[in-house]
């Protein structure tokens, strides 16, 4: 992955910042750290027994966490604003195993209706697609999200290898 940039959270110093998955001091968070591929958002996470449901199975719930967190990623760092998500639509297709290896999430924008977004998201592990899900977002328009919540945009920086 030649190109591949870490995206900057722009909330890691913010008062009260506890996001389930990606704040990096949530005691009980996932601390997922997003990277940009191309039109991709990418994360790369290894399942925790914690979050284990039915034996050696990912808990569906977390599924829909990654697949929530990484499509909000794709809003807030392609579409550079801030959104609420109203509608997600997951398909379970295999099972995600707590001993399958590393997970691969990705995310992108499949398309845009005024300020709605809709969102493509799946999980990969090993070389097989898990989980799929097709999310919507409610997008705010730009000027409100850096006048009422002071989102300003993400900025990226060149890595060598995604963690």
Known sequence: MPNIKKIINPWLDMKGFC???????????????AYEDGDDVVSFWDPDPLYQSWSNTLHGGIQCLLLDEM????????????AVTSKMETKYLKQVTMDGGKLETRARLSRMMR??????????QGSEVCTKAQIIYFCSPKEI???????????????????
């Not at 996001?19 to 750290?33: A, D, F, R, V």
């Not at 300020?115 to 990969?124: L, R, T, Y």
């Open 19 to 33: 996001c389930p998955g990606c704040c990096p001091t949530n005691p009980k968070g996932l601390h997922l750290q």
């Open 71 to 82: 499509a909000g990623w794709v809003v807030i760092h392609k579409l550079s604003t801030i």
């Open 115 to 124: 300020n709605v977004a809709f969102i493509d998201a799946e999980i990969i």
């Open 145 to 163: 999200a850096k006048k009422r919540y002071g989102f300003t945009g993400c900025q990226t920086m060149e890595v060598e290898k995604a963690e």
